[in-house]
């Protein structure tokens, strides 16, 4: 057995812990070849079975606003993009698309938008609590980036039950190199165990491929995810943006992006771990890939139709034409294709 078999059998064992950043980031450099990526779908396929079965669970993403303060270099809706046609969505808007995805089997909302200060906690606790009083059987989930511990607090108390904060990079030089001077990693990272301590199931992720990362940094990002151990994982490829500096980087792989969800699966067995619009943007089955990888999670967009090509944080981002009802059938033919099953659930994690 060589060491790359090694450590997938150290990791199906449940004992990825007893890996340094420098044992991954070698494992990492032989997996390159992509000879080991079927090995690690099937191990991590197996790891999920036990926990979640053949279920994929799907979260209704709506976007609410594509206004943002900030000025991420990845970002297509960062604050210097003069040519982005900006929107934010008015509070009946977002509970009128809640509405329509409980009709449509959704039990999970994701109100997901750039840092836009017009969502004050007062707006945003309204939202919350609509939903969650005409719902009360659905979880609401956040990413709406960084805020105050009294902010997070306020919405907690309102009803909010999940938070989804990407941290992009567990590394402090990259991190530097991916935002603007004015973002910290630090407070990133603190933001993180200040939600987890409020209560929030939390979800982290980074970006694969994203511009200057090395399989170090990666191995930084697994040691992070495995130790944090969140109850949500988001990774997707990076995909360039043409109004942003990053506009001539290439895109990250669907190969790699797969076992990247794989390797997480097995460091987190419970993790719950989408396979990306992202992913279904840089390969025409990247979903259907990613759920074979390990994935147990899709997010088909509820926004109206009217906004979403807006919502561009990406080149050539999918899914931007068709209704929510649309998107979830075209979904649902998807999972089943690869032998799961969508169901109609909150979709908690299971730990
Ligand atoms: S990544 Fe998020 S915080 Fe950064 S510019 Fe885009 S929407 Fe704003």
Redesign the pocket.
């Known amino acids: 057995m060589n060491d790359v078999s090694e450590i997938i059998e150290t990791l199906y064992r449940g004992d990825g812990g007893a890996l340094s950043a420098d044992d991954i980031a070698s494992f990492l450099d032989e997996c390159e070849s992509g000879d080991y990526d079927e090995a690690l779908a099937a191990r991590a396929r197996e790891v999920r079975e036990p926990i979640y079965g053949n279920r994929v669970y799907v979260r209704g993403l709506i976007e609410i606003s594509n206004i943002?303060k900030?000025?991420?270099l990845?970002?297509g809706?960062?604050?210097s993009n003069r040519n982005c046609i900006r929107y934010r969505l008015d509070e009946d808007t977002i509970i009128s698309c809640a509405d329509e995805g409980y009709e449509l089997g959704f039990r999970t909302f994701v109100l997901q938008g750039?840092?836009d200060a017009y969502y004050t906690d007062d707006v945003m606790c309204s939202i919350i609590s609509r939903i969650k009083s005409s719902h009360p059987d659905c979880a609401v989930t956040l990413s709406l980036?960084e805020r105050s511990r009294d902010s997070y607090r306020r919405m907690r108390s309102a009803g909010a039950d999940r938070y989804l904060l990407r941290h992009e990079t567990a590394n402090p030089d990259h991190y530097a190199q991916l935002h603007p001077a004015s973002m910290s990693y630090e407070n990133r990272i603190q933001c993180l165990y200040t939600l987890r301590e409020l209560g929030y199931q939390v979800g982290c992720g980074f970006m694969v491929g994203s511009p200057y990362q090395t399989n170090r940094h990666i191995a930084n990002d697994l040691c992070f995810i495995r130790d944090f151990y969140p109850a949500m994982c988001g990774i997707g490829p990076f995909v360039p943006h043409h109004e942003t500096p990053f506009a001539s980087f290439p895109s990250g792989t669907v190969e790699k992006t797969c076992r990247l969800l794989s390797i997480i699966r097995l460091l987190c067995p419970h993790v719950l771990l989408p396979a990306t619009t992202a992913l279904g943007t840089i390969h025409p089955r990247g979903r259907e890939m990613g759920i074979l990888a390990g994935a147990n999670v899709v997010m088909p967009n509820l926004s109206p139709v009217g906004v979403r090509k807006q919502y561009e944080?990406y080149d050539n981002k999918i899914c931007t034409g068709e209704e929510s009802a649309q998107c979830r059938d075209c979904l649902e033919l998807r999972i089943r294709s690869v032998g799961c099953e969508i169901v109609t659930d909150r979709g908690d994690v299971k730990k």
Do not use: H, S
């Open positions: 943002c900030n000025d991420c990845y970002c809706i960062r604050r750039g840092e980036g944080l």
